[in-house]
């Protein structure tokens, strides 16, 4: 059974900075494709980070330069470093595996329950 796990969300200012994980089990992580979806109340989840064993990574335009993802094989976890957080990044954030390197959710087959994020002005 494939489980991800969410954890490091929480509340800053503008312009703070917090890294989330995610701790994956039940199947080969080193080789699958994982990422990072967010959905912010009244909107469509959308992709914000994903990468692989030997591409990638690739950003949502909206957080390049600002979000870095990184994995551990060794440790099964994922991370979204985040800084310079702005209003906007307010939402859901959901650790996710799937099959191709894509920021679009009809590739991703499995996912976690999600960690808020909350960034005030």
């Known amino acids: 059974q494939v489980q991800l796990v969410e954890s490091g969300g929480g509340s800053v200012q503008a312009g703070g900075s917090l890294r989330l994980s995610c701790a994956a089990s039940?199947?080969?992580?080193?080789?699958?494709?994982m990422g990072w979806f967010r959905q912010a109340p009244g909107k469509e989840r959308e992709g914000v980070a994903a990468?692989?064993?030997?591409?990638?990574?690739i950003y949502a335009d909206s957080v390049k330069g600002r979000f870095t993802i990184s994995r551990d094989n060794a440790k099964n976890t994922l991370y979204l470093q985040m800084n310079n957080l702005k209003p906007e990044d307010t939402a859901m954030y959901f650790c996710a595996a799937g099959r191709a390197l894509l920021l679009d959710q009809r590739y991703w087959d499995y996912w976690g329950q999600g960690t808020q994020v909350t960034v005030s002005s």
């Open positions: 039940g199947y080969t992580y080193s080789s699958a494709c």
């Open positions: 990468i692989d064993s030997d591409v990638g990574p």
